[in-house]
T-cell receptor, first 111, second 113 residues
């Protein structure tokens, strides 16, 4: 399969601070990327996506940045809340229309 | 968003038995369904891709005779873990996709004793 990795396995932030979660992908031909949130014992939940022809996309409190030059993806969460505590995965879609997931980062928000 | 269900949500079985997990797209027709496996504190690993009416495509290292996938209709795919062993204990997650979108099921926890 493809290799998609994360730089930080765990991240702790104070409530109200901004969080940044990073992801490196390996397939330069991947055309679509998604960030997912997964709470314990549940399936992944879509957060935000970005296509390879974009370098930034904003949602509600979340922003995804894509740097194709260095094959790097990041998720920024503004004003992090306790409910944001979860594991976050990036996923890339390859030319075969398959999604490969990164290692995951466990985000803990400290009240 | 679209809803994907899995059944059962948790199954405990004895070593050597077979277990079937269902994945259903409840409000749309999925052209493709994917099966993933997730060990504790690890990422989702794609096991196979299945299109309705055709044989599944398995990822390298996944035994197709052990993990039988049937995609009988545009709303149902099943994964059967045959002759389960304790090392097959894992969280199995399906996703259903239509062009441009992918939706995940809640997952099925398999415990093999």
């Amino acid at each position: 399969g493809e290799s998609v990795g994360l730089h930080l396995p765990t991240l702790s932030v104070q409530e109200g601070d901004n969080s940044i979660i990073n992801c490196a992908y390996s397939n330069s031909a991947s055309d679509y990327f998604i960030w997912y949130k997964q709470e314990s014992g549940k399936g992944p939940q879509f957060i935000i996506d970005i296509r390879s022809n974009m370098d930034k996309r904003q949602g509600q409190r979340v922003t995804v940045l894509l740097n194709k030059t260095v094959k790097h993806l990041s998720l920024q969460i503004a004003a992090t809340q306790p409910g944001d505590s979860a594991v976050y995965f990036c996923a890339e879609r390859t030319t075969g229309n398959q999604f490969y997931f990164g290692t995951g980062t466990s985000l803990t928000v400290i009240p | 968003g679209a809803v994907v269900s899995q059944h059962p949500s948790w199954v405990i079985c004895k070593s050597g038995t077979s277990v079937k997990i269902e994945c259903r797209s409840l409000d749309f027709q999925a052209t493709t369904m994917f099966w993933y496996r997730q060990f504790p504190k690890q990422s989702l690993m794609l096991m196979a891709t299945s299109n309705e009416g055709s044989k599944a495509t398995y990822e390298q290292g996944v035994e197709k005779d052990k993990f039988l996938i049937n995609h009988a209709s545009l709303t149902l795919s099943t994964l059967t873990v045959t002759s389960a062993h304790p090392e097959d204990s894992s969280f199995y997650i399906c996703s259903a996709s239509r062009p441009g979108e992918q939706y995940f099921g809640p997952g099925t926890r398999l415990t093999v004793t």
